[in-house]
Structures are given as C-alpha cells and as structure tokens.
C-alpha cells in the first residue's frame, strides 16, 4: 500500500512575527500610503513636506538647475517652474511636486560631500513618490520629465541598468502624449503652439539621447 496517499497535508509555518489573522503594522502602512492616490491634493503636500524638510531653498536649487544641467539637456522651460513655486506651500499638484523633488534631487548629484546613505535615501524617496502617481495611469508633461530627470539621476550614479529600465516608463507615456509626431514634417496633431510643440520635441529628442546611451552593449 502507498503510504503517500495517507499522509496528512503538513501546514507551512508563518514567518516569524506575521500574523495569519491581522495584516501588521507595516503592511497597513502601506495600504493607507496607496489610498493615497485618489487625494492629489493631500499626496501633493506630502511631497512638498519631503522638500521643505530637507531644508533646501526651491528658488536656489532651481536656479542652480538652470545654470547647470539645463544648458544641455533643456527638458523643463524657466516658466513652468518659477510660475508655480509659491504652490508647493498651498496645495502643488503631485505632478510639479514630483517635478521640484526631481530637480533638487539632480542638483545635488555634483556634490563630493554628500551623505551618500542620505543621498540614497532621497532618492528613493523621490522614486516611490513617483512609481505611486504613475500607477495610477495618469500622464502629464511633468510626470515625463520627472521621469527623465531619475532616469539621469541613476546613470550619473552607476546605476545603467536601473537607468536603462527606468527611461521605459517616460519614454512610453512621451509615445502616448504625441511627442514623438513633433519630429515629423507634418507636426503633431491637435492644436499645439510653436512653444508648445518645441518643448516636447525637445523632451523627445532628449529621450531618444538616454535610450541610446544606455542601450545594452
């Protein structure tokens, strides 16, 4: 006779310090951070609260930003940034607060001082902020820059694998906006002004920069 077929079904143990009746604290940290996602204004705050924390002053950082790498990687106009600061102390949306995060964090990569483990902390702080609005399937101009600002963050810190996977998600949602059509004779479709379109052809081409850069040898 198999004895197999006898054997009672033995139960897996519960890793240490994880209940089967209750989610612990940590998981339901997580799910009230993801409810989040349906409050913009709250969630736009949050992430204003990250940059007024660190105790950095917005309109320096951005001037640093546009003295330095916007000389040669013009992704993100003067006005679209400087018009809007005074809201990250009202109620930003999470798109430019998202957009700010980025910039101060790409303003700080030249720094040979730095707290690396702080650095790194940022960082992924400015990651999750926008992994949770991407998740949702919004899309916006400031959300692709965002993503293209990470993506250089990474591939200025040695990390061109995690650079080569991240330019996917700006370089898609660019595709899906219609900014890839600004390069054709034709123009893009719809109703776009000459500085309009210029700006997204610029946001375009810079894409196309990284993906080759970082494509796989």
């Not at 293209?148 to 995690?162: C, H, I, K, R, S």
């Not at 370089?171 to 002004?193: E, F, I, N, Q, V």
Request: one cysteine or more.
């Amino acid at each position: 006779m198999d004895t197999d077929s006898h054997r009672q079904p033995q139960q897996l143990p519960t890793p240490p310090g994880m209940s089967t009746h209750q989610a612990s604290p940590d998981f339901q940290s997580m799910l009230s951070m993801l409810t989040v996602c349906d409050d913009d204004e709250n969630l736009g705050r949050q992430i204003g609260a990250v940059i007024a924390s660190n105790g950095a002053d917005v309109g320096i950082f951005c001037s640093t930003y546009f003295n330095t790498l916007h000389e040669w990687f013009p992704i993100i106009p003067s006005r679209d940034i400087y018009d809007r600061i005074a809201t990250l102390s009202t109620g930003p949306t999470p798109d430019f607060a998202i957009l700010v995060l980025c910039i101060h964090l790409i303003t700080k990569i030249d720094r040979s001082s730095c707290d690396c483990q702080t650095m790194m902390q940022y960082y992924l702080t400015a990651k999750r902020f926008y992994s949770l609005v991407t998740s949702s399937g919004r899309m916006s101009k400031e959300l692709v820059q965002s993503g293209v600002l990470l993506t250089l963050y990474e591939y200025g810190n040695a990390m061109a694998d995690t650079a080569y996977v991240s330019i996917s998600g700006p370089g898609r949602m660019a595709l899906l906006l219609g900014y890839d059509k600004t390069l054709s004779a034709d123009g893009p479709t719809g109703a776009l002004s000459d500085i309009e379109a210029e700006e997204q052809r610029c946001i375009w081409w810079c894409i196309i920069i990284i993906e080759r850069q970082d494509t796989p040898k």
